[in-house]
């Protein structure tokens, strides 16, 4: 693995750089609404540039770069801090619909994901069925040329303004869990669908709750093959757990603590200061983790799912660590949710942490795939 980046690749990060100095709406880094019109302006901008689904096939909307290059611009966005960049379509809905969707499947959803004009979430959890994903009991029922749909999803990440759903269900309820599960693409306004929010404990509106009552789509929707839906759920997660978004944000916060402590504090405690040191050096064992994933996809064209689960485990738990440090060293001030204050409100970020070892896997859950498929150890 060589660290250093090639002419090619400078070049390109370089470019990106002089886009967020100079090609972004004003005001973006301001209070920007999740799903709002900055967003979504945000987007655009960077669909015209081919950029929102930077490593698709051009023939998809995107540039066909490699996933070093995906590296490079997620490195330099998550770092600004541009909003708009967890599109769940571009991550991993997309990606599955190219592996096992139809040629109108392709032709249908994945322009639209890549030009920023419609937005999904995805539609796994149950109240029932978190970390035993596979117990999920919402029922498809082949009915003529459609499927009917009933039952609940919870946890729905900004399915609020969502324009379309990622959907796991049960298509057979006779076979083992695993086996009985089929993915659709569902319009988040289709009538029978009720969306109702979470506040979750920091006091946002992220999380939904979506209930389907008798919900007719047609068969033209299932992506892949009836009842080998897990496969794709299992794919799909194994993008979105190779993201480099969470090294990069994590970086900035310790860049800006150590700003902030040189300014203002002069002298600072040992025992804070080689607290700082730690997640210095595990910011950067987590950037060297994506920096081999993404090595080995541009050798395999498959995100390793060992190693991806390693980088989702290990920067979901330095998150937590880093926000506990971020709120010590600024007290009471980190507390304050002033809107336009310079000092972020460490007090969200350590509450929104709790989820990081919950969302897309516990780290249970996490640990439990390392050591069966990647170290091959026995299950329990």
Not at 201 to 209: D, L
Not at 235 to 248: H, M, N
Not at 306 to 319: D, I, N, P, T
Request: proline content about 4%; hydrophobic content about 40%; glycine content about 10%.
């Amino acid at each position: 693995m060589d660290f250093r980046l090639n002419q090619h690749q400078s070049a390109f990060q370089q470019e990106v750089r002089t886009f967020i100095e100079t090609g972004l709406p004003a005001g973006w880094d301001g209070e920007a609404e999740a799903g709002g019109p900055v967003e979504r302006e945000i987007m655009g901008r960077l669909a015209a540039k081919h950029w929102l689904a930077l490593p698709w096939p051009k023939e998809y909307g995107g540039m066909g770069a490699s996933p070093m290059e995906q590296l490079i611009f997620n490195e330099q966005m998550a770092y600004h801090r541009v909003p708009g960049m967890m599109n769940m379509g571009v991550a991993w809905v997309g990606p599955v619909v190219m592996l096992y969707g139809t040629d109108a499947q392709k032709r249908d959803y994945l322009g639209s994901i890549a030009d920023g004009s419609q937005l999904w979430c995805t539609l796994y959890s149950e109240p029932g069925a978190g970390s035993d994903l596979a117990a999920m009991q919402t029922r498809a029922v082949r009915d003529g040329d459609d499927y009917v749909i009933n039952g609940q999803k919870i946890w729905t990440s900004f399915g609020h303004y969502a324009d379309w759903g990622w959907l796991a269900a049960r298509t057979d309820p006779d076979v083992p869990k695993h086996k009985g599960l089929s993915t659709f693409a569902i319009k988040m306004d289709t009538p029978g669908i009720t969306i109702r929010p979470l506040r979750n404990m920091a006091g946002t509106h992220e999380f939904n709750e979506i209930f389907f009552e008798d919900v007719r789509i047609p068969a033209s929707q299932l992506i892949g093959e009836e009842n080998r839906g897990w496969y794709n759920v299992a794919v799909g997660l194994d993008f979105e757990r190779s993201s480099i978004g969470a090294t990069s944000t994590a970086r900035r916060t310790v860049d800006d603590i150590a700003a902030y402590l040189r300014e203002h504090r002069g002298t600072t405690s040992q025992v804070l200061r080689h607290r700082i040191a730690e997640h210095a050096i595990a910011v950067q064992v987590l950037r060297n983790m994506a920096y081999n994933i993404a090595t080995a996809q541009e050798r395999t064209g498959i995100a390793p799912t060992r190693e991806a689960q390693m980088a989702k485990l290990f920067g979901a738990e330095m998150q937590q660590k880093l926000s506990a440090t971020c709120l010590q060293v600024f007290g009471m001030e980190g507390q304050a949710a002033r809107p336009g204050s310079r000092v972020p409100q460490y007090q969200y970020a350590l509450l929104r942490s709790v989820a990081n070892t919950i969302e897309g896997g516990t780290s249970e859950i996490q640990r439990s795939v390392i050591a069966t498929r990647g170290l091959g150890l026995p299950r329990e």
